[in-house]
């Protein structure tokens, strides 16, 4: 373990459903990430929260919608989503004061069908 | 727009080989450059951090240079072993890119007994 929990580590979903992801660090760290990863591309930077405030929307579209209640948790809720969504969906998290590199969690794979 | 290449071709070496891996970018100005190591199914691991007024920076069998002029970075793994076997991710940070962390696509290392 890494210090960032990630969950589930897979799901499966339809177009029509919808889930969430969780992520959770019990690190101190005061900055939370969202990442997505796809075969043979680099990460993706979805969003960012600097103290729970989002800092970063990088141009995501609206079916992926991210929360972060306190410094500690991150949701990525997600609704309609399309095939080539399917990917592996990465938390991370760092202390804003830096720089220091990110911690990551394990990530959950998504495959949407 | 900002532009990270890594050796996207596999690296094979032979076991207490010198691994050396590339990572040249474009239009950024980054303060600070990060190495990662990600085996597969999991997240990213944080290795090194290199700023931008440093030349090299050691840990271990790894040794990171930083080269603003050239825009590019050379990772080496001295001694290299087949647990060495990984991905490696390159990051850029900081800088002309403001909060966000942008990595590479990583290039994958085979090191053989």
């Known amino acids: 373990e890494t210090g960032v929990t990630q969950t589930p580590r897979h799901l499966v979903m339809g177009m029509t459903n919808k889930k969430s992801l969780k992520c959770e660090q019990h690190?101190?760290?005061?900055?939370m990430y969202w990442y997505k990863q796809s075969a043979k591309k680099p990460l993706e930077l979805m969003f960012v929260?600097?103290?729970?405030?989002?800092?970063e929307n990088n141009s995501v579209p609206s079916r992926f919608s991210p929360e972060c209640p306190n410094s500690s948790h991150l949701f990525l809720h997600l609704h309609t989503l399309q095939p080539e969504d399917s990917a592996l969906y990465l938390c991370?998290?760092?202390?804003?004061?830096?720089?220091?590199?990110?911690?990551f969690g394990s990530g959950t794979r998504l495959t949407v069908v | 727009s900002q532009k990270i290449e890594q050796n996207s071709e596999a690296l094979n070496i032979q076991e207490g080989k010198t691994a050396t891996l590339t990572c040249n970018y474009t239009?950024?100005?980054?303060?600070?450059l990060q190495w990662y190591r990600q085996d597969p199914g999991r997240g990213p691991v944080f290795l090194l951090l290199?700023?931008?007024?440093?030349k090299e920076k050691r840990k271990e069998r790894l040794k990171v240079t930083f080269d603003t002029t050239l825009k590019q970075s050379l990772f080496h793994i001295t001694a290299s072993q087949p647990a060495d076997s990984a991905t490696y991710l390159c990051?850029?940070?900081?800088?002309?890119?403001?909060?966000?962390?942008?990595f590479g696509a990583g290039t994958r290392l085979f090191v053989k007994a």
């Open positions: 991370a998290s760092s202390q804003v004061e830096g720089p220091y590199g990110y911690t």
């Open positions: 690190l101190g760290h005061n900055a």
């Open positions: 929260y600097s103290l729970e405030e989002r800092v």
């Open positions: 239009n950024y100005s980054p303060a600070y």
């Open positions: 290199i700023r931008e007024n440093e």
């Open positions: 990051a850029l940070g900081g800088g002309t890119g403001g909060f966000k962390t942008i």
